[in-house]
């Protein structure tokens, strides 16, 4: 039986309630933080790389009026479906803000766990890229996601006895991932600032806390409806 966003975010403030969390409260002080961030990073333009593609534009559902409500992602004709993997790019007003990849290519499980943030068990990343998402959306920017492809090359493969050239290989998603970073790195000195681990650096303190609470909800929720 599917969940209502508004059941998920009640069981959230009950969950943050119990363990004496202000929930609203941090995402107000994260909602601050982000706009500061992007307002003072780096600025990276998506039109200085002309190998992405436009895979789609974030927007927020507003079916329901709630705290973290669901994003929805409308996809550009011709994108291809889930299968080959891909390396995807995050722009807010034209200017990366991550590249990432998705073994499934752009219409794959990372990009759709950004949209939906407070449900089921997500990382600590998609929680804090879907609220820097959602932070964005508020501020009236637009959130668009693209893509590369991996493209089929040929290769020389190491096997138990020798080697042998298999045609048709693709690369990986996160090979091309890896070294677009670094392409962008050479180029502008920095990282985009959502890819945190190459900065060895922590999301902000109340989105992770908002992350803790989704689990806890989920934890919680999942143990009282086994017990019923």
Do not use: H
């Not at 500061?36 to 002309?50: M, S, V, W």
């Not at 096997?159 to 998603?173: E, H, P, Y």
């Amino acid at each position: 039986m599917k969940v209502s966003r508004n059941t998920i975010c009640e069981e959230l403030f009950a969950t943050a309630n119990r363990l004496g969390v202000d929930i609203a409260k941090e995402k107000e002080e994260l909602f601050e933080i982000n706009k500061k961030q992007f307002e003072e990073c780096y600025k990276i333009p998506i039109t200085a790389f002309p190998n992405v593609k436009k895979a789609g534009e974030f927007s927020i559902d507003k079916t329901e009026n709630v705290l973290f409500p669901l994003l929805n992602l409308k996809y550009e004709n011709g994108v291809p479906k889930s299968g080959n993997s891909a390396t995807y790019v995050l722009s807010v007003d034209g200017q990366i803000v991550k590249i990432g990849y998705d073994c499934n290519g752009p219409k794959g499980n990372s990009i759709a766990q950004y949209k939906t943030g407070v449900t089921g068990t997500p990382s600590s990343r998609n929680t804090g890229v879907y609220l820097f998402i959602l932070n964005m959306l508020e501020m009236g920017k637009t959130v668009e996601i693209y893509y590369v492809e991996s493209k089929q090359v040929s290769a020389e493969i190491n096997t138990i006895s020798g080697t042998i050239v298999k045609n048709n290989c693709r690369l990986s998603a996160k090979d091309i991932e890896t070294a677009s970073i670094e392409e962008v790195k050479r180029i502008y000195g920095i990282v985009p600032i959502l890819n945190l681990k190459e900065q060895n650096k922590k999301w902000p303190d109340p989105s992770y806390q908002i992350y803790l609470m989704v689990l806890c909800r989920r934890n919680y929720y999942d143990e009282v409806k086994t017990v019923a």
